[in-house]
C-alpha cells in the first residue's frame, strides 16, 4: 500500500508575508529535506526583510478547523510549532494537539522577532511554560528564549547547561538551546536529552546579516527528520549542518535582515561534542 508513506509533517504556526521566517521557512524546509510539508496557520502577518508592520491571529474555531481536517485525512508523523501570539492561542494548539496523534511535537517558543517585534504576548509565556511544554518532545530557545523561561540572564556555555536542565524540570522530554545570539567564534547549541545525557554542536559563527528565520528552520529541520524516522540526536546534527549551510551558502533576496537559503547543502562543519568528555559522539 503506497498511500500514505511519505513522511508528513505540519508546522503550527504564523505566516511571514516575506517569506524567510514562520511557517513559509518551515515549508521550504520541509521540502528541501524531502518530507511533505503541511501548516496550521495561528497568525498572519505583513512582514518583510525590514521587519514586522502588521500581525492578524487567526479565531480559535478556525484553527480547530485546520486541525480536524488534517487529522481526517493525513498520516502526521512529526509536528512543531512556532509562533503562537497569545495565551488564548496557546491554548487553542494545547486542546486540538490533546486531540489528535501528530507524532512527536517540537515547540519553537517564538516570543520576538529579531527585527524587534513581539510575536506573542508576554502573558503567555506562563501559558506556555504551564500548558504546552509538557506535552512537547523537544523546546529550542534561543538565548533570549530561554532566559526569559528561566528568568535570569544566561551569559557562560555553563549558564546554558543549567538553563537547560531547568527547562526539562518545566516536563519537556529534550531541551536544546541555541547560540545563535552569543558573540564568541562559535556557534554553539547545547542539547539535554530525556536520558539525562547532553552534549554540543557546534559549527564557526558566520558573519552574515542573512540570519532571519534560521530558528523556525532549524526546528522544522528536527521535525523532519523525526517523521523520516531518524533519532533526535541525528535529527539534531543534522539540523545544525542544514543551518550552517542555509545561512553560508547566502541567497540575498530584499533590502533588510535577510533569509537563509533553503536550497544549501548540508555543512560538513559541524562539531559534536559530549559535556563531559571530549569524544566525539558523530553519527
Ligand atoms: N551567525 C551564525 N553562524 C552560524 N550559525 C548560526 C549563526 N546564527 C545562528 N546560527 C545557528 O542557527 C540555528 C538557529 O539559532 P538562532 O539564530 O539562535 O535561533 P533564532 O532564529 O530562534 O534566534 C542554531 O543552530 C545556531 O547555532
Ligand atoms: C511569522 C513569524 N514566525 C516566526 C518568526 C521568527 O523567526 P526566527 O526564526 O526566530 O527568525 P527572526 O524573524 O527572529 O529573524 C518570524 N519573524 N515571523
Known amino acids: 500500500m503506497r498511500i500514505n508513506s511519505t513522511p508528513q509533517v505540519v508546522t503550527i504556526a504564523g505566516s511571514d508575508s516575506g517569506g524567510g521566517a514562520g511557517m513559509q521557512a518551515d515549508l521550504k524546509t520541509f521540502q528541501a529535506r524531502h518530507v511533505f510539508g503541511m501548516s496550521i496557520v ?7 526583510t525590514y521587519g514586522v508592520q502588521a500581525s492578524l491571529p487567526i479565531p480559535d474555531d478556525f484553527i480547530d478547523a485546520q486541525f480536524q481536517s488534517l487529522a481526517a485525512d493525513f498520516a502526521i508523523k512529526a509536528c512543531k510549532t512556532g509562533m503562537l501570539a497569545d495565551s488564548e492561542h496557546v491554548n487553542a494548539v494545547v486542546r486540538n494537539l490533546k486531540q489528535v496523534n501528530f507524532g512527536p511535537l517540537i515547540v519553537d517558543p517564538v516570543m520576538v522577532a ?18 504546552l511544554l509538557p506535552l512537547a518532545d523537544a523546546v529550542t530557545p534561543n538565548l533570549p528564549e530561554a532566559e526569559i523561561i528561566v528568568g535570569h540572564p544566561i551569559k557562560r556555555e555553563t549558564d546554558m547547561t543549567a538553563a537547560a536542565q531547568t527547562i526539562q524540570e518545566l516536563g519537556v522530554k529534550n531541551v536544546i538551546i541555541k547560540g545563535g545570539h552569543r558573540q564568541d567564534a562559535q556557534a554553539s547549541d547545547f542539547i539535554l536529552l530525556a536520558d539525562g545525557s547532553s552534549f554540543w554542536v557546534r559549527s564557526p559563527r558566520i558573519a552574515t546579516g542573512n540570519t532571519h528565520g534560521t530558528g523556525d528552520t532549524f526546528s522544522a529541520c528536527i521535525a523532519a527528520e523525526l517523521a523520516k524516522g531518524e533519532s533526535l540526536k541525528k ?31 548540508l555543512s560538513e562543519d559541524v562539531q559534536v561534542s559530549a559535556v563531559k568528555s571530549s569524544s566525539s559522539l558523530q553519527g
Request: charged letters at 10%; zero cysteines; glycine letters at 12%.
Open 42 to 48: 495561528v497568525a498572519l502577518t505583513a512582514q518583510n
Open 235 to 265: 535529527a539534531i546534527i543534522t539540523a545544525k549542518a542544514f543551518l550552517e549551510g542555509a545561512i553560508s551558502q547566502g541567497i540575498f533576496v530584499g533590502h533588510g535582515h535577510g533569509p537563509t537559503n533553503h536550497w544549501a547543502t
Open 114 to 131: 529579531k527585527g524587534g517585534a513581539t510575536l506573542l504576548a508576554p502573558e503567555a509565556v506562563a501559558t506556555i511554560k504551564q500548558e
